[in-house]
T-cell receptor, first 111, second 117 residues
């Protein structure tokens, strides 16, 4: 079953923060976050494994709440290059690599 | 990170023809390759999972006789869209995954845009 992402779209000014949420009705093994720019393939951002961990890279971080079956992606001090569609992909049901993707969140960062 | 290539990057064909798309992992051996289809402004929909040397596993609703997948080696998987029709026009993306990596992520190819006239 497809995870639910929210919001569907968000518009920011450069330097502002954003949070993108991803929730599932199924128990999760892992959550994978990708960013896709128009006409291009998705680019891997990070993966979170069950255990309630939080990861970060530069100004993008994410958390994974196994109990609540949800993950959140945090973008801090957004840059123009952050614009794109963010997808969460979830692995569940015994497979840690077969992913079901959410519908995506379109993030637009304006100067 | 690992590199996955796709060929061609775009193709335009007439209705009724078949189109083959190649997906290669360039610097690693992919245990598994996945084929996705993405319509404009929509999510990635998994079509099939392909393991080297075995038959592909198709997702519900995907016609295996129409979308032929061959995973000939640990670095190459092909998707053939047979008797293509305009409704098959889409962005087809492959990804590769390896069980031998310390990572768990899938590495995506650049995608192939198929337009059927």
């Amino acid at each position: 079953q497809q995870p639910v992402q929210s919001p569907q779209a968000v518009i920011l000014r450069e330097g502002e923060d954003a949070v993108i949420n991803c929730s599932s009705s199924k128990a999760l093994y892992s959550v994978h976050w990708y960013r896709q720019k128009h006409g291009e393939a998705p680019v891997f951002l990070m993966i979170l494994l069950k255990g309630g961990e939080q990861k970060g890279h530069d100004k993008i971080s994410a958390s994974f709440n196994e109990k609540k079956q949800q993950s959140s992606l945090y973008l801090t001090a957004s840059q123009l290059s952050y614009s794109g569609t963010y997808f969460c992909g979830i692995a569940s049901g015994g497979s840690n690599y077969k992913l079901t993707f959410g519908k995506g969140t379109l993030l637009t960062v304006n100067p | 990170g690992a590199v996955v290539s796709q060929h061609p990057s775009w193709v335009i064909c007439k209705s009724g023809t078949s189109v083959k798309i190649e997906c290669r992992s360039l610097d690693f051996q992919a245990t598994t390759m996945f084929w996705y289809r993405q319509f404009p402004k929509q999510s990635l929909m998994l079509m099939a999972t392909s393991n080297e040397g075995s038959k592909a596993t198709y997702e519900q609703g995907v016609e295996k006789d129409k979308f032929l997948i061959n995973h000939a080696s640990l670095t190459l998987s092909t998707l053939t869209v047979t008797s293509a029709h305009p409704e098959d026009s889409s962005f087809y993306i492959c990804s590769a995954w390896t069980s031998g990596s310390s990572y768990n992520e899938q590495f995506f190819g650049p995608g192939t845009r198929l337009t059927v006239l």
